[in-house]
């Protein structure tokens, strides 16, 4: 199963995946909840969410459950997470936390869905992302000196070094916090996404 390795910057798909760890959902409520909790990242609604649906039940990562129909409404299909799923959400969770990003989309949504993880993992992800912050910005910083250029001619690397370093700063920080507990989450998810307005929850 190499070739699913080709999704793990697929954030629709990891946005179903990770809606799907707290509990069976069908595809209209998962857009319902993206759009409510203004997951920004995900574009192309609904059609991508549908599609994304197709590929993981074709990659057995979910599965069908049932086929409910609320009042007059068309019948909607109710997918749950296979342990298959749940390792891959896990995997590609792990893989954005981890890698810097020109596109910061991916570890946006990563740190959107950071509860899934636990906490020590999580913890271990960042402790690996800062190490490559903290050699991207040394980098940048030889590269800056070595060149010998007016500074005119080297104002991308110092943007560039300004974005790592402050997110570099940021990832610290989030490091510091779940190091002394002041950032914490409950192992099981669901009883944290009670929490969001509009609902994580499954309501039947």
């Given at each position: 199963?190499?070739g699913?390795?080709?999704?793990?910057?697929?954030?629709?798909?990891?946005?179903v995946l990770?809606?799907l760890?707290?509990?069976?959902?069908?595809?209209y409520?998962?857009?319902?909840?993206?759009l409510e909790?203004?997951?920004?990242?995900?574009t192309?609604l609904?059609?991508?969410?549908?599609h994304a649906?197709?590929?993981?039940?074709r990659?057995e990562f979910?599965?069908s459950?049932?086929?409910?129909?609320?009042?007059?409404?068309?019948?909607?299909?109710?997918?749950?997470?296979?342990a298959e799923?749940?390792?891959?959400?896990t995997s590609r969770?792990r893989?954005?936390l981890?890698?810097?990003?020109?596109d910061?989309?991916?570890f946006?949504a990563a740190m959107?869905?950071?509860?899934?993880?636990?906490?020590g993992?999580?913890?271990?992800?960042?402790g690996?992302?800062?190490?490559?912050?903290?050699s991207?910005?040394?980098?940048?910083?030889?590269s800056?000196?070595s060149l010998?250029l007016p500074r005119v001619?080297l104002l991308?690397?110092e943007?560039?070094?300004?974005?790592?370093a402050a997110e570099?700063?940021?990832?610290?920080?989030?490091i510091a916090?779940?190091d002394?507990?002041?950032?914490s989450?409950?192992d099981d998810?669901?009883e944290?996404?009670?929490?969001?307005?509009?609902?994580m929850t499954?309501?039947?």
């Amino acid at each position: 199963m190499a070739g699913k390795r080709r999704g793990v910057t697929d954030l629709t798909g990891l946005t179903v995946l990770a809606l799907l760890h707290t509990g069976p959902r069908h595809p209209y409520e998962m857009h319902r909840i993206v759009l409510e909790t203004h997951k920004d990242f995900v574009t192309g609604l609904p059609r991508s969410l549908y599609h994304a649906v197709t590929r993981l039940e074709r990659d057995e990562f979910i599965e069908s459950v049932e086929t409910v129909r609320e009042g007059g409404r068309p019948e909607r299909t109710v997918y749950r997470l296979t342990a298959e799923g749940r390792a891959e959400l896990t995997s590609r969770l792990r893989y954005l936390l981890q890698r810097p990003d020109t596109d910061p989309r991916p570890f946006v949504a990563a740190m959107s869905f950071i509860g899934c993880l636990p906490i020590g993992e999580t913890r271990f992800c960042l402790g690996h992302r800062a190490a490559a912050l903290e050699s991207e910005v040394a980098s940048l910083d030889i590269s800056s000196t070595s060149l010998g250029l007016p500074r005119v001619l080297l104002l991308e690397n110092e943007y560039l070094r300004a974005l790592r370093a402050a997110e570099l700063e940021w990832v610290r920080t989030l490091i510091a916090d779940l190091d002394s507990g002041a950032l914490s989450w409950p192992d099981d998810m669901t009883e944290l996404s009670k929490n969001i307005p509009g609902g994580m929850t499954r309501s039947d």
